[in-house]
């Protein structure tokens, strides 16, 4: 059984949800073929933020994501509810295009910790400076990654 997708043009996905430098996709339930669609259009060069909360982009769709080099100027980034597992982090801590991002949203993944220390340790996200992954974890990087609790 196929997936019918919701959008078979990137206008229709920006239409309304472009605001100057931010692109806010959350709650469309963009599968990876659909985020695709995304990755092949020019207007994502001119876009710092990226919102793509509640979407179903799962590892497949965060690996297209790190291979768009059309998201070279992306500094907040949030993945929140994509399914995203360790395997997605590691496409993001390896992509040669993210290299300004500087804040990264990951809540409510099933992440277990392998792709964190991939995040913690890569070398061409050197900007990345703040990430959430948890309610209640927010990672900073001051010299060295620290982790502060929410209360």
């Not at 309304?16 to 259009?41: F, H, K, T, Y």
């Not at 295009?97 to 995040?119: M, Q, S, T, V």
């Amino acid at each position: 059984m196929s997936v019918r997708q919701k959008f078979d043009d990137v206008e229709l996905i920006f239409k309304g949800r472009i605001r100057g430098n931010q692109l806010m996709v959350s709650g469309l339930d963009l599968e990876p073929e659909e985020a695709r669609l995304l990755w092949s259009s020019p207007r994502l060069q001119e876009v710092s933020w990226l919102d793509m909360d509640d979407n179903n982009l799962g590892d497949e769709g965060v690996e297209n994501l790190a291979a768009c080099a059309l998201l070279e100027n992306v500094q907040y980034l949030n993945l929140n509810k994509n399914g995203v597992t360790d395997k997605g982090l590691f496409a993001l801590s390896k992509s040669p295009y993210l290299k300004k991002l500087k804040r990264l949203h990951l809540k409510d993944n099933p992440i277990e910790g392998h792709g964190l220390l991939a995040l913690f340790n890569s070398e061409t996200l050197e900007g990345l400076q703040t990430f959430q992954v948890h309610d209640g974890w927010s990672c900073k990087k001051r010299e060295g990654w620290r982790y502060k609790p929410r209360d």
